[in-house]
């Protein structure tokens, strides 16, 4: 028997029916503000990205230096995202924007005075393209949170869609831009359309309503939100699938976008235009499949729309590897473009659904670090591989692990999630205490007693089980169910949260799918054995 449903008794591989169509966020003005913001603070990167590496090659000649820039703007993400999160799901996602999009505007703008006065050197273009980065990093998650946060979670999937359009058109249009700036005017004019954007950004942020969060507990510490995030993806069979397909299918299929330049110059003899035009056949599929995927989501279970675009970006990966004609190459990264949305888009709307409010940026934060993650990792692997067996040799290799990585995934549970299934419950019971317990005060241990007669003992078993993984996810370090061997019919749950300030957030974390699988269990409760609460009593000081 298995217990490793997240919410309910029963799941499987869902087909999404109730996403709505791909034009639907767009009728909310609020969205389509964020998502144009989000736009511009995304090109606003990528511009840096690009602009600060080529301004490195005209301020040192070491490659390790011009390296470094990609370093400096991708290293805060591992350091800060995680952090980022649980800011964000402590604050008002409104004011954290503020901070670190203007943190951004800062950073941009002492670069371009440094760059106009000629004043910049190579270690304070690495120090304030770090300070960026920050800025960004610090605020990923707020942003992907903020965007689907102002719809229903049925038109998340198409949000993510147009999300996946945003992302490509200003992947192509940043750098293009960059560089126009550059050559036709100077260093200096790069951050300052950076500084441009960022305000724009920030001002459309400003005139955004605070989000009023209602009075409650003390919120977590930084440290202990890390935590408390990380075991609520623990202990979420779906979103740990999620980020695990998400982590495999990238670091595999990373070969292509790192090696897709010397596929241009030493496969197909194009020039750096000829880079560009490979760069747009993927980002043309991207938004093509962009378009179409929630449609695709009402025809096709999840796990196969995954195993589609995984099939699509390993025989594109072939055709790179194999093939010198351009049209050929040209046509089957069209299929990679549809089959890395396919995969991506999927998984990221999967993330963002299946999250209780809580935790939802934490949730998002990790997802950006795998993806991430994986990018670089992949990245560096690749590379390195195709220095030692080549270019051809190592994307065949890259081919075969995106097949081999569908069979180490393919077991594990991808779903969407409904509203239902993750808005928080009305917390009604409240526990008695005869003597006031300080928070921070723990260990708890809690003791609660069922009856269960062997017929009912299967249908009985999924629902503990059950509520055993709600109760993990939203805060209890240890869980367990025993089995009286002196009454066969007596059974007993016990769990350990660390303080009595963790077991109220507990408490209050209760969505209504837990809160309905905890109702079901009430049949069972043992009504001569009220549910026991204990707190750890530490010896005498001088005992």
């Known amino acids: ?280 056949f993927l980002g043309a599929g991207a938004v093509f499949a962009a378009l179409n995927l929630t449609q695709v989501y009402r025809r096709f279970p999840l796990r196969r729309v995954i195993v589609a675009g995984a099939f699509a970006f390993a025989a594109a990966t072939l055709a790179a590897a194999l093939s010198h004609n351009r049209l050929v190459v040209c046509a089957m990264l069209l299929f990679a473009g549809m089959g890395w949305m396919a995969v991506n888009a999927t998984v990221s709307t999967v993330v963002q659904t299946y999250a209780a409010n809580w935790v939802r940026a934490r949730v998002a934060s990790v997802y950006l670090l795998m993806l991430m993650g994986a990018m670089a990792l992949g990245g560096a692997i690749w590379g390195a591989l195709a220095q030692y067996l080549g270019l051809q040799y190592s994307l065949l290799l890259s081919a075969l692990s995106i097949l081999l990585g569908l069979l180490l995934t393919r077991n594990g549970p991808i779903e969407m999630g409904r509203e239902a299934d993750f808005a928080d419950a009305q917390q009604t019971d409240k526990p008695l205490l005869s003597v006031p317990v300080a928070h921070e005060e723990g260990p708890v241990s809690v003791e609660i007693s069922y009856e269960v007669k062997s017929a009912q003992r299967r249908e009985f078993l999924d629902i503990v089980y059950a509520v055993g993984k709600a109760r993990r996810r939203n805060g209890a370090q240890n869980w367990r169910l025993y089995r009286d061997i002196g009454e066969v019919d007596h059974y007993v749950e016990r769990f350990i949260v660390a303080s009595w300030l963790d077991y109220l957030r507990q408490h209050a974390r209760l969505t209504l799918a837990d809160q309905a699988n905890e109702r079901q269990l009430l049949r069972y409760r043992c009504e001569a054995r009220a549910p026991r609460r204990y707190l750890y009593q530490p010896p005498n000081e001088k005992n």
């Open 1 to 280: 028997m298995s217990h490793d449903t997240d919410h309910a008794p029963a799941t499987g591989n869902a087909v999404a029916t109730d996403s709505a169509p791909f034009w639907a966020p767009l009728r909310h003005k609020v969205f389509v503000g964020l998502w144009l913001a989000c736009a511009a603070a995304n090109m606003a990167i990528w511009m840096q990205t690009v602009g600060a590496a080529w301004i490195m090659t005209l301020l040192s000649a070491s490659p390790l230096m011009v390296s470094l820039v990609q370093t400096a703007i991708t290293l805060p993400v591992f350091l800060f995202g995680l952090p980022g999160g649980v800011l964000a799901d402590r604050m008002d996602t409104r004011r954290l924007l503020l901070l670190t999009q203007s943190t951004v505007l800062v950073a941009a703008a002492v670069l371009c005075v440094l760059a106009y006065y000629g004043l910049l050197q190579a270690w304070s273009l690495l120090l304030f393209t770090f300070v960026l980065g920050t800025g960004s990093a610090l605020g990923m998650s707020a942003w992907m949170v903020t965007v689907v946060g102002v719809l229903p979670r049925e038109q998340v999937p198409a949000a993510v869609s147009l999300n996946g359009i945003s992302i490509n058109a200003t992947r192509a249009l940043g750098p293009a831009l960059a560089g126009a700036l550059i050559a036709g005017w100077n260093a200096a004019s790069v951050f300052l359309a950076i500084v441009l954007c960022m305000a724009g950004v920030i001002g459309f942020i400003f005139r955004l309503s605070p989000k009023v969060r209602p009075e409650g507990l003390p919120p977590e510490t930084l440290a202990g939100g890390m935590r408390s995030g990380l075991r609520y993806i623990r202990h979420s069979a779906v979103l740990f699938s999620a980020l695990k397909q998400v982590f495999v299918f990238t670091s595999c299929a990373s070969a292509l976008w790192a090696l897709l330049p010397l596929v241009a110059k030493d496969e197909l003899a194009m020039d750096a235009g000829g880079y560009g035009l490979l760069m747009a």
